[in-house]
Structure formats: C-alpha cells, structure tokens
T-cell receptor, first 115, second 114 residues
Framework: GAVVSQHPSRVICKSGTSVKIECRSLDFQATTMFWYRQFPKQSLMLMATSNEGSKATYEQGVEKDKFLINHASLTLSTLTVTSAHPEDSSFYIC???????????FGPGTRLLVL | GQQLNQSPQSMFIQEGEDVSMNCTSSSIFNTWLWYKQEPGEGPVLLIALYKAGELTSNGRLTAQFGITRKDSFLNISASIPSDVGIYFCAGRTDSGGSNYKLTFGKGTLLTVNP
C-alpha cells in the first residue's frame, strides 16, 4: 500500500489559535486527497475532498472558512483549523488517491487537543 | 444520504476462534472496502471488493461483496492477539465527481483473549 505521512502526529494548542496539519503522499502523485475527522469511539467522517489545483469540496456542515484546505502540489495537502476551539479537538486523518476513483490510503492521523 | 449498518459493534473472542462481521447498506455500492484501525493510527486497507459476488482472501481474512451490492462481510479465521483493533467497512458508489467518496460503517471492535 501507499505511504502517507502526516505532520504533526499530535498537537496541543490554546483556544483561538490556528493549527496547520500537513498530509504528504510519499509513493505516488495524489490528484485527490481527503480529510476526515474522527471523534473518540466513532467512525471516520469525511470533511472535504481536495483536488490538486482547485478548490476543495466540503461536506455539508463543515465550515470552509474554519477548515482551510490547500492542495498546492500533487504530494502535499494542508488542513488549517482556524481559531480552534475545544470542540475541534479530534483525530484528523487524511487519505490520498491517485485519482478520484482509485483506492484511498490513509495517513497515521493527527491528534489535536485544544485547551 | 447513504448509511452503513455494521455489526456487531464489538466482539470478545478467544485466540484461535473464527470471527465474522458484516455491513449492510440502504443503497447500492459499487465498491466495498474493509479497513483495520489500531489505537492512535489511521485505517489500513485489508481487502477491496469491486464486483458483486466477489469473494477475496488476504491471508486469514476473507471478504465477500454481496450479490445485491448492498452488503459485505469479513471473516477472520484462527484469530490471533494481533488481530485486535477496530474493523471498518466502507462503501463507494463510483458514479463520478464527489461520489467517489467513502461512506464508513461505525466499526467493529475486536478483542482477542490469548
């Protein structure tokens, strides 16, 4: 399977600050990357689909101005949680795919704790 | 929207036993995927199924894509302690555009007692 990295693996921040999470596709050029959020003991919920060179498509209920996604290259997508609040504390996981219909490979996740 | 019902929610078994879990959907999927997630990690793909009726094995794991395209099951034979984790099914419609996104089941937590 493909190798996907995320950085940082965990982050603690103060309420009101912004946090940037990086997702890198190490094995192939990923035209499509997905961002998920997972709360404790729950399933993965898709937040947005990120296509290289174009604007991300957000799922219903996900604020695009709060969760900024940039997919500037075929190997890197970033998710910025702006003005983070404690309720944003979660496990954020990205996945990459060579194309929209290709198999998704997941990163190791980023644990965000907002105090 | 599409919903996946995954069962059981959790299982406690003895090492060596076989395990079966399944997912059912309210609508058709063109692809079924099974992932395993360990604590603090991202999901790892176990098996991908692309055709109705398909039966695919990966070592001690076997999964099938239901004929109706609304269900799938995963079997684990002769379980071992390292099988512990949360198993997720995921479905995909493959109809283009945003429909390539995955819909996940709620997961089955597997505990194996040595």
């Amino acid at each position: 399977g493909a190798v996907v990295s995320q950085h940082p693996s965990r982050v603690i921040c103060k309420s009101g600050t912004s946090v940037k999470i990086e997702c890198r596709s190490l094995d192939f050029q990923a035209t499509t990357m997905f961002w998920y959020r997972q709360f404790p003991k729950q399933s993965l919920m898709l937040m947005a689909t990120s296509n290289e060179g174009s604007k991300a498509t957000y799922e219903q209920g996900v604020e695009k101005d709060k969760f900024l996604i940039n997919h500037a290259s075929l190997t890197l997508s970033t998710l910025t949680v702006t003005s983070a609040h404690p309720e944003d504390s979660s496990f954020y996981i990205c996945s990459t795919a060579q194309g929209a219909g290709e198999t998704q490979y997941f990163g190791p996740g980023t644990r965000l704790l907002v105090l | 929207g599409q919903q996946l019902n995954q069962s059981p929610q959790s299982m406690f078994i003895q090492e060596g036993e076989d395990v079966s879990m399944n997912c059912t959907s309210s609508s058709i999927f063109n692809t079924w995927l099974w992932y395993k997630q360990e604590p603090g990690e991202g999901p790892v793909l176990l098996i991908a199924l692309y055709k109705a009726g398909e039966l695919t094995s990966n070592g001690r794991l076997t999964a099938q894509f239901g004929i109706t395209r609304k269900d799938s099951f995963l079997n684990i034979s002769a379980s071992i302690p390292s099988d512990v984790g949360i198993y997720f099914c995921a479905g995909r419609t493959d109809s283009g555009g945003s429909n390539y996104k995955l819909t996940f089941g709620k997961g089955t937590l597997l505990t194996v007692n040595p």
